[in-house]
């Protein structure tokens, strides 16, 4: 009887382990919001609806340099650099511990700026991930550039 119960509780807990183990498997992955990162770069992050304004940042001649601790879009949002005709190139890092997921817009408006970003956690552009940037675009996964 005691064998009988045992074999029983051994099978309902392998059976509770392997639906846990799928359920896991399946759970989607959601992106991450954007944050600024709290380094003196100066990035400021205006979230208004579904859209991220990012803005500030440290200029050093015609480059503009953004500083994030996490970014991400989820579906419909949109993660909006703003520049100036006097701006040729905006860097973005990520100094976080986690890949960037992008399922939304990545756009500049207000200059024809190129846009750089590094995540040395990865990237990952997902189905529906778009781009509005009127120069060129790069993601690097390097831990610094130059």
């Not at 817009?105 to 956690?121: A, H, R, T």
């Not at 997902?126 to 550039?145: E, I, K, Y």
Request: aromatic share 8%.
């Amino acid at each position: 009887m005691h064998k009988q119960l045992k074999n029983q509780f051994t099978k309902a807990l392998s059976l509770l382990l392997c639906f846990w183990g799928l359920n896991l498997r399946t759970t989607p992955v959601a992106a991450q919001s954007i944050t600024s990162a709290p380094d003196g770069t100066g990035t400021i992050i205006n979230h208004n609806g579904n859209t991220y304004n990012i803005q500030g940042g440290t200029q050093a001649g015609a480059n503009l340099f953004h500083s994030f601790t996490e970014f991400g879009l989820s579906p419909d949002e949109v993660a909006n650099f703003l520049s100036n005709p006097q701006i040729d190139n905006i860097l973005g890092r990520v100094t976080g511990g986690n890949a960037s997921v992008i399922q939304g817009l990545i756009q500049v408006s207000g200059g024809n700026s190129n846009l750089y970003l590094m995540n040395p956690n990865g990237w990952v552009f997902n189905q529906g991930a778009s781009l509005d940037v009127p120069g060129s675009f790069g993601v690097t996964t390097a831990t610094r550039m130059g």
